[in-house]
């Protein structure tokens, strides 16, 4: 389940966030936040879309740049919500 | 004591020509601002100094001398003469932070052309838009943004080329073509475009309440401030390790990332990488930096992850921290006291006034929460928001007027000398922020004066974001407002009303948001989007959107007696 959910999050990070030049290739451990390719304003979409996916509401406090810095991250967050 | 000395002293004494002076701005006829980043520095024997080191996400590290800087500047400005581009062409950088980025900023200038920075964030519509307006002629851009390029270019015929740097090992399409800052050749001597200091120089577009956004134009003598300023204001020299955090997309990053380090002979350092507070420390850390210039969002969420992160870090390196972009809260600076032990330093400017204008000083009481005094040479003060007649009462808001005249201000709106002439009353520049002062002579932002949101220290119009939203498919009618945010001091709101048909549900607001951040920018990107049957209107039609943004902020909603419907 949780590789299904990894796999998930990765191909919603590629559609959404890189452009189809971009040559950068996203794993589990790929920073997001850090690296640029998620920017901070941008944070919020990615956080929608898990509380949609995933039927669940992250509170702004745990909404932390490090908490989505990675694939990785995520799971550990989402964690916290019973989604593994 | 900064470098200022007694700020009492200069703003009593001040005249542009000590800066002049002591740039030896027009020697031997020269005015053009690129001579002053790099060659003249070589020309001091300064030559072998480090300009600037560059470090990437994943700690790789390039580092040029203001030689290189010279030299590789040269190199743009030359290929740019022999693609057969001319002075006053306007040439646009869109591109992420890397060398060639900052780099080709003074390649531009010494060929005479006038640079368009843009934000590489910027999506298709934005950039489009921009290039449009200015009739842009070529773009340097990368192969990560290219493709956004492609899909306006057949609406640009002004464009003439597109260039991509670093362009690898692809096929590029046709019209395209691959530069390398490297590889080029470097040619033995540049003739610098002899520039006249009112010939134009930067165009920086920003966003107003109504219409498309507009290109402040400015010219090479903006440099006599940006030179002085960076000095008093920032507290920089030549012996200083500096980081601007801002992109050179926008004004702070070309004012102060380029023109103000650079002309005073400082070693800067530019980290291409997104937010991270741990980064940030060990980069500080690591290249000793000592002078700090970023913006009140990026402190806030510094304040987010806490001291303790500051903790694990030697920043006593730190002499001198500043702060753009928008009001700067005491809680902040009160904050930045405890974590670093100095107080963030807030300085007030914007786009048009191409150099800081009020600011505190080293050397002079802070009052957490107030922008500061204005800077020598500046007449600032507040004025009636009616009347245009200056206050004299201490305490009372009103509208921030300048006495045009210093060196950076910009010179007009490209294509647009009706709006230009629009923002002059009375004889002031009107800022479009209310202020207080007070008794002191500090002053206190309130806020601004019209629709523009102020969301982490970017302009956002919201008439851009309104018509993007109305090409979204299931939108029928759209209002854009800032609502409050305890980071970004105001995020996107938007009120859509939906056609028949579609459902207004978390899929749909996702679809929506994502729309708005691909075709405009993550900035303009509404971070809540409240679905609605209307939009309240006046009985002529228009959107009322002081009434939205008035729900969103608690505030008093007013006279409603020309509303429509609600």
Same mark, same amino acid.
């Given at each position: 389940?949780?590789?299904?959910?990894?796999?998930?999050?990765?191909?919603?990070?590629?559609?959404?966030?890189?452009?189809?030049?971009?040559?950068?290739?996203?794993?589990?451990?790929?920073?997001?936040?850090?690296?640029g390719?998620?920017?901070?304003?941008?944070?919020?979409?990615?956080?929608?879309?898990?509380?949609?996916?995933?039927?669940?509401?992250?509170?702004?406090?745990?909404?932390?740049?490090?908490?989505?810095?990675?694939?990785?991250?995520?799971?550990?967050?989402?964690?916290?919500?019973?989604?593994? | 004591?900064?470098?200022?000395?007694?700020?009492?002293?200069?703003?009593?004494?001040?005249?542009?020509?000590?800066?002049?002076?002591?740039?030896?701005?027009?020697?031997?006829?020269?005015?053009?601002?690129?001579? +002053?980043?790099?060659?003249? *520095?070589?020309?001091?024997?300064?030559?072998?100094?480090?300009?600037?080191?560059?470090?990437g996400?994943?700690?790789?590290?390039?580092?040029?001398?203001?030689?290189?800087?010279?030299?590789?500047?040269?190199?743009?400005?030359?290929?740019?003469?022999?693609?057969?581009?001319?002075?006053?062409?306007?040439?646009?950088?869109f591109m992420e932070r890397i060398?060639e980025l900052?780099?080709?900023?003074?390649?531009?200038?010494?060929?005479?052309?006038?640079?368009?920075?843009?934000?590489s964030a910027?999506?298709?519509?934005?950039?489009?838009?921009?290039?449009?307006?200015?009739?842009?002629?070529?773009?340097?851009t990368t192969?990560k943004h290219?493709?956004?390029?492609?899909?306006?270019?057949?609406?640009?015929?002004?464009?003439?080329?597109?260039?991509?740097?670093?362009?690898?090992?692809?096929?590029?399409?046709?019209?395209?073509?691959?530069?390398?800052?490297?590889?080029?050749?470097?040619?033995?001597?540049?003739?610098?475009?002899?520039?006249?200091?009112?010939?134009?120089?930067?165009?920086?577009?920003?966003?107003?309440?109504?219409?498309?956004?507009?290109?402040?134009?400015?010219?090479?003598?903006?440099? *006599?401030?940006? +030179?002085?300023?960076?000095?008093?204001?920032?507290?920089?020299?030549?012996?200083?390790?500096?980081?601007?955090?801002?992109d050179?997309g926008?004004?702070?990053?070309?004012?102060?990332?380029?023109?103000?380090?650079?002309?005073?002979?400082?070693?800067?350092?530019?980290?291409d990488?997104?937010?991270?507070?741990?980064?940030?420390?060990?980069?500080?850390?690591?290249?000793?930096?000592?002078?700090? +210039?970023?913006?009140?969002?990026?402190?806030?969420?510094? =304040?987010?992850?806490?001291?303790?992160?500051?903790?694990?870090?030697?920043?006593?390196?730190?002499?001198?921290?500043?702060?753009?972009?928008?009001?700067?809260?005491?809680?902040?600076?009160?904050?930045?006291?405890?974590?670093?032990?100095?107080?963030?330093?807030?300085?007030?400017?914007?786009?048009?006034?191409?150099?800081?204008?009020?600011?505190?000083?080293?050397?002079?009481?802070?009052?957490?929460?107030?922008?500061?005094?204005?800077?020598?040479?500046?007449?600032?003060?507040?004025?009636?928001?009616?009347?245009?007649?200056?206050?004299?009462?201490?305490?009372?808001?009103?509208?921030?007027?300048?006495?045009?005249?210093?060196?950076?201000?910009?010179?007009?709106?490209?294509?647009?000398?009706?709006?230009?002439?629009?923002?002059?009353?009375?004889?002031?520049?009107?800022?479009?922020?209310?202020?207080?002062?007070?008794?002191?002579? +500090?002053?206190?932002?309130?806020?601004?004066?019209?629709?523009?949101?102020?969301?982490?220290?970017?302009?956002?119009?919201?008439?851009?974001?309104?018509?993007?939203?109305?090409?979204?498919?299931?939108?029928?009618?759209?209002?854009?407002?800032?609502?409050?945010?305890?980071?970004? =001091?105001?995020?996107?709101?938007?009120?859509?009303?939906?056609?028949?048909?579609?459902?207004?549900?978390?899929?749909?607001?996702?679809?929506?948001?994502?729309?708005?951040?691909?075709?405009?920018?993550?900035?303009?990107?509404?971070?809540?989007?409240?679905?609605?049957?209307?939009?309240?209107?006046?009985?002529?039609?228009?959107?009322?959107?002081?009434?939205?943004?008035?729900?969103?902020?608690?505030?008093?909603?007013?006279?409603?007696?020309?509303?429509?419907?609600?």
């Amino acid at each position: 389940m949780s590789e299904e959910i990894k796999k998930l999050i990765i191909e919603y990070v590629e559609k959404e966030y890189l452009e189809e030049e971009d040559e950068q290739d996203v794993d589990e451990n790929t920073p997001l936040i850090s690296s640029g390719i998620v920017d901070s304003f941008s944070m919020v979409s990615l956080k929608m879309f898990l509380e949609k996916k995933f039927d669940i509401k992250i509170p702004d406090e745990k909404a932390t740049t490090e908490a989505f810095d990675s694939v990785n991250n995520i799971m550990e967050l989402l964690k916290e919500f019973n989604v593994s | 004591m900064g470098n200022i000395g007694s700020y009492e002293e200069k703003y009593k004494n001040f005249n542009w020509k000590i800066s002049e002076q002591e740039l030896e701005y027009g020697k031997d006829g020269m005015y053009n601002l690129a001579y +002053y980043c790099c060659d003249r *520095i070589c020309e001091k024997g300064n030559g072998e100094k480090l300009a600037f080191l560059w470090e990437g996400f994943k700690g790789e590290e390039k580092k040029f001398t203001y030689q290189d800087l010279s030299v590789y500047s040269n190199v743009f400005a030359k290929y740019l003469q022999d693609l057969g581009l001319k002075p006053e062409d306007r040439i646009c950088l869109f591109m992420e932070r890397i060398p060639e980025l900052f780099i080709s900023f003074l390649g531009v200038l010494k060929m005479g052309g006038i640079v368009q920075p843009l934000f590489s964030a910027f999506g298709e519509d934005a950039l489009f838009t921009r290039l449009e307006d200015a009739g842009t002629k070529a773009i340097f851009t990368t192969r990560k943004h290219v493709r956004k390029i492609r899909r306006i270019r057949d609406k640009l015929p002004d464009l003439a080329k597109v260039i991509v740097v670093n362009a690898g090992d692809k096929p590029l399409e046709k019209d395209e073509v691959a530069f390398s800052m490297e590889d080029a050749p470097k040619p033995e001597n540049f003739e610098l475009y002899k520039a006249n200091p009112e010939a134009p120089s930067v165009l920086h577009y920003t966003s107003g309440t109504t219409g498309k956004p507009k290109g402040a134009q400015h010219v090479h003598a903006s440099i *006599i401030a940006q +030179y002085i300023t960076a000095k008093w204001a920032l507290d920089i020299s030549p012996d200083d390790i500096y980081w601007c955090t801002a992109d050179p997309g926008w004004v702070t990053g070309t004012s102060y990332g380029i023109i103000g380090p650079w002309s005073n002979g400082t070693t800067q350092v530019i980290l291409d990488s997104g937010f991270s507070s741990a980064k940030w420390y060990q980069f500080i850390e690591k290249h000793k930096i000592t002078v700090w +210039y970023t913006a009140p969002t990026a402190i806030r969420l510094l =304040m987010k992850d806490g001291t303790d992160a500051v903790k694990k870090h030697d920043l006593s390196c730190l002499r001198h921290l500043i702060s753009v972009g928008e009001p700067l809260n005491a809680e902040a600076v009160i904050w930045s006291k405890e974590a670093f032990g100095k107080p963030f330093y807030d300085s007030y400017w914007q786009t048009e006034t191409g150099a800081i204008v009020i600011t505190n000083y080293p050397g002079m009481e802070i009052k957490p929460g107030s922008m500061g005094k204005p800077f020598p040479g500046i007449k600032a003060i507040v004025v009636d928001q009616k009347t245009f007649e200056p206050i004299t009462t201490p305490g009372t808001v009103g509208l921030i007027a300048l006495q045009p005249g210093w060196p950076a201000m910009f010179r007009t709106y490209w294509n647009n000398k009706e709006m230009y002439d629009s923002k002059f009353k009375k004889g002031w520049y009107i800022c479009g922020d209310r202020s207080s002062i007070d008794d002191e002579g +500090y002053f206190w932002f309130v806020g601004r004066d019209d629709d523009v949101i102020n969301t982490g220290g970017h302009l956002v119009g919201p008439f851009e974001i309104e018509s993007a939203l109305l090409e979204h498919e299931a939108i029928v009618e759209s209002a854009a407002v800032g609502k409050p945010d305890p980071v970004n =001091m105001e995020v996107v709101k938007a009120f859509v009303a939906l056609k028949p048909g579609f459902k207004p549900d978390a899929d749909l607001e996702l679809s929506i948001i994502n729309f708005i951040r691909k075709k405009l920018s993550p900035l303009a990107m509404p971070q809540e989007i409240e679905f609605v049957k209307s939009l309240p209107k006046t009985r002529s039609g228009k959107i009322m959107r002081r009434l939205l943004r008035a729900k969103e902020w608690g505030e008093e909603i007013g006279d409603t007696s020309t509303l429509e419907d609600d």
